[in-house]
């Protein structure tokens, strides 16, 4: 309690003391003062003095306020207060003042920032003054607030050096919070406010319907979130939707802007200073309103038009780019890559067409996406630090330059020089060399040398052995083993059946026998010079046959065992278990997985469309994401033509797609109307 009140005590006779300098502009008062007492006290209680004396000063003008953070600036450079003092009370006057006020007090801020980057400062404050301009930010409105906050990241980015990592998009994160919203809600009063038309020639004419309305503001969701085009039904529809915009650029004439340049061309006769003043003139806004009634007038604007067109220049710059964070899977495919070839160069003969003065706005963006491709190569490396080159040696001795020479490489820079032509250093040439013949683990690991897996027959075999009296099927490590070789390598384990099995070594020593009754009739077969298609056409005769006939018992028990497995919760996995998965495909005989690949007929597409009530079922079963089925929804009107849109995709895109896969998954999925409509149909 005693070291309470003496801290009080101390606290108050610093605040008096620092009225009396702060009024008289005498530092040295306080600093005499503040020498009486202990180093860490003195700054404790003198950084609570100078808070506690800010609350007097609120109401004073920005200038005032200036002066006192002035103060406490000089008090941290005579280590009488702790060096965050500053910007602490900074962050206190912007709590407490109107964004007017702020924006005048800042602009001490700004003409302060070789202060802040004083080595006294710059460690102890970079964190507060990014606090101090981020609450700021989040107060202002970026649509009424543009200016302030432009000044603001302009601060931030001359006091923080390039490489500052709290500073840099490292991992290219998109803004997805920048939603574009539009639309009526009503499509009727809609399309009665998008009746007019507007004549673009003397033969063709552009209607601005709902239709083009949607589709122009629907791109702004590619432009916030380019990664979605890598979809391939989202880049459909980005296509699409692109053409449609395009051609009708292509197609409207700016007829405001010829006029008003046409009247430029009659005043320059008359006055020159007044065309240079009007051409000038020009109006920014950044962002666009959405209403409906705006698009035509939207369509006639040249600034519009150009902030569309980089707009779409951008996303094409970042699809065709190398990115350091990208996936695999983001990388755009030939025709893709022609298309936006295409469209570039339509784009760019659009700026050009687009006055005033298109061919030097086009030029411009070139310039200007030309040194993009240079930040994304420094973002690419690591966004390593800027430095400035060091000036060659004046007059250094032969033997200096032999010292120099002979200095090794730090490590760092040769591990960094490796990964950038992705190798990896070991320190050690030789084994640098040997680790770098296959740098991915998981690729070496998946080479025919290191494939030890026993062949089906030859493991097998060994069931039939005894060991200590027990065969080998009763053993349960065995039995595991034997389990997932099967599931790998024969095509008798995947089996529908409708009885149980009684035991798992009963059913194991019937799959050992199967397996050695195969073995020795492909033996017999090869001896015989028998080919082994021949061979498997015997068996599935001699399985139809048994399919045919009345079951035996051994025949039996072997369905009830392997049914035992099959639980009625695995189902769905073991159907959806592909062909692929077999690691062992060469021992695999490839006819029992040979498939019917046909297309669905005209005929036969419309009678299932019409009988598929329940499509989403359906497409979740066919391994379509969540949002490819919202997308199918949303851009079909009935349920017949998005089940018609489903199968079209499906068998267009996926290499199993068959009419026997797909009555197959129909028949499994319960789906008795489409399947009877699918057999019907011709």
């Not at 965050?84 to 900074?90: F, G, I």
Request: proline fraction near 3%; include cysteine; hydrophobic fraction near 35%.
């Amino acid at each position: 309690m005693s070291e309470k009140l003496g801290f009080e005590e101390l606290r108050a006779k610093y605040k008096d003391v620092l009225s009396k300098a702060f009024a008289t502009n005498n530092i040295d008062l306080l600093d005499s003062f503040s020498k009486t007492t202990n180093e860490n006290d003195r700054k404790a209680a003198m950084d609570q003095a100078f808070r506690d004396k800010l609350l007097e000063l609120l109401i004073e003008e920005p200038h005032t306020l200036e002066n006192y953070v002035c103060f406490c600036i000089e008090s941290c450079r005579r280590h009488m207060v702790t060096p965050t003092m500053p910007v602490v009370l900074l962050g206190d006057i912007f709590d407490a003042l109107t964004l007017n006020k702020c924006e005048k007090m800042f602009t001490y801020v700004e003409n302060g920032v070789n202060i802040w980057k004083e080595e006294l400062f710059f460690v102890a404050c970079k964190n507060n003054l990014l606090r101090m301009c981020n609450d700021l930010l989040r107060r202002l409105s970026r649509s009424q607030n543009t200016v302030f906050c432009g000044r603001i990241l302009l601060f931030l980015a001359k006091f923080f050096p390039f490489s500052e990592r709290s500073g840099l998009n490292i991992v290219s994160e998109f803004n997805l919070e920048n939603i574009t919203e539009f639309g009526g809600d009503n499509k009727s009063t809609l399309k009665d406010a998008l009746d007019e038309e507007m004549v673009v020639d003397k033969e063709k004419k552009l209607t601005i319907d709902y239709n083009l309305y949607c589709r122009f503001w629907s791109l702004q969701d590619f432009f916030r979130s380019p990664n979605s085009c890598y979809n391939k039904l989202q880049w459909k529809t980005f296509v699409a939707h692109s053409g449609s915009v395009l051609s009708a650029f292509s197609s409207c004439k700016l007829e405001a802007v010829e006029l008003q340049k046409s009247k430029l061309n009659r005043l320059k006769a008359v006055n020159t200073d007044i065309e240079m003043h009007e051409s000038k003139e020009q109006h920014y806004f950044a962002k666009f309103l959405t209403n409906q009634k705006l698009l035509e007038l939207q369509l006639s604007d040249s600034n519009f038009r150009r902030c569309v067109l980089i707009q779409f220049l951008i996303l094409f710059q970042y699809l065709t780019s190398t990115v350091k964070f990208k996936m695999e899977s983001q990388e755009l495919k030939a025709d893709q890559a022609e298309w936006v070839k295409e469209t570039t160069s339509l784009i760019y003969r659009l700026l050009s067409e687009t006055p005033p003065d298109g061919k030097r706005f086009g030029e411009c963006v070139k310039r200007i996406l030309k040194r993009e491709e240079h930040w994304n190569s420094w973002k690419n490396d690591g966004c390593p630090e800027f430095q400035k080159p060091k000036p060659p040696p004046q007059s250094d001795s032969q033997e200096e330059v032999k010292k120099s020479k002979k200095r090794r490489r730090p490590v760092g820079d040769i591990v960094k020089e490796y990964e950038s032509q992705d190798k990896f250093y070991m320190g050690n040439n030789e084994l640098t060399k040997l680790w770098n013949l296959c740098p991915d683990n998981l690729v070496a690991c998946k080479t025919k040398e290191r494939d030890f897996m026993p062949s089906l027959e030859s493991f097998m075999v060994t069931g039939a052995e005894t060991v200590g009296g027990t065969r080998r099927t009763n053993n349960g490590g065995w039995g595991w083993r034997a389990l997932r070789l099967l599931a790998r390598r024969s095509p008798h384990f995947f089996v529908h059946t409708n009885n149980p099995i009684g035991r798992l070594p009963d059913y194991l020593d019937d799959m050992v026998k199967r397996v050695t009754r195969e073995a020795q009739m492909k033996a017999e077969a090869s001896s015989n010079g028998e080919s082994s298609n021949n061979l498997s056409d015997k068996t599935s005769k001699q399985k139809i046959g048994s399919w045919n006939s009345e079951p035996n018992e051994e025949e039996i028990t072997e369905e009830q065992m392997e049914a035992d497995l099959i639980k009625e919760g695995d189902t769905a996995d073991i159907e959806q278990v592909p062909d692929s998965t077999h690691a062992g495909e060469d021992d695999y005989d490839k006819t029992t997985r040979s498939r019917i690949t046909t297309t669905l007929t005209s005929s036969q597409l419309e009678a299932v469309s019409a009988k598929l009530t329940d499509w989403k079922k359906l497409a979740a079963k066919l391994g379509f994401k969540t949002d490819e089925i919202q997308f199918i929804e949303t851009e079909n009107a009935t349920d017949p033509a998005r089940a018609k849109n489903l199968l079209q995709l499906w068998f267009d895109d996926d290499e199993d797609a068959s009419v026997e896969n797909l009555l197959y998954i129909m028949e499994g999925l319960k789906l008795v109307d489409a399947c009877e409509a699918l057999k019907n149909a011709k």
